[in-house]
């Protein structure tokens, strides 16, 4: 767990500088944390209707379900590139971007950037049972990283950020 979304110490994370002002609510600190400074970052990477819907989804976020999940401890970066394993088996995790935010956020990382199996996600929802409709949720959680990734690479990160803005907030609005 963790006393807020966010962190007590606001202390940014990334690159980007993304803020971490505690919150009370993971709507509230997606929204105002993450996508509405995303927003402004990709200003000019992102198509203009994909800025206009990011901005829209955060007064929609509580209608995704689980949204009144208590924060969570995430890693915050959790890709396998940032998973190594020991000559004895053990894996470690490195370059944290730790925060309290929603539990679903780390498991949408997993699946973003691979390298992680089936078998790990049973275990987890095992340990800690998973909300129904939390692969639905996937594309919304994966949006933030997403975004980050279109403003510091481009390429292909910029459409793959769009049609994850596009399936949560309904069909693109550019030809």
Request: charged share 20%.
């Amino acid at each position: 767990g963790a006393p807020s979304f966010g962190r007590q110490d606001g202390r940014t994370t990334g690159s980007r500088a993304l803020p971490n002002q505690p919150c009370s609510t993971w709507a509230e600190f997606y929204g105002t944390q993450r996508l509405q400074p995303l927003a402004r970052l990709a200003a000019g990477v992102l198509a203009d209707w994909a800025i206009a819907q990011l901005n829209a989804l955060v007064g929609r976020l509580a209608e995704f379900g689980a949204a009144d999940e208590p924060p969570a401890r995430l890693h915050g970066d959790l890709w396998a590139g940032n998973r190594l394993v020991d000559h004895t088996g053990t894996s470690w995790l490195i370059d944290p971007a730790a925060h309290g935010g929603h539990r679903e956020f780390d498991l949408a990382m997993m699946r973003l950037f691979g390298g992680f199996d089936d078998a790990e996600f049973a275990a987890y929802d095992e340990v800690h049972p998973l909300t129904d409709g939390w692969q639905e949720r996937i594309a919304l959680h994966q949006i933030a990283p997403l975004v980050v990734h279109a403003v510091k690479f481009g390429g292909g990160y910029v459409g793959a950020a769009e049609r994850a803005i596009a399936s949560r907030t309904g069909p693109c609005l550019s030809s």
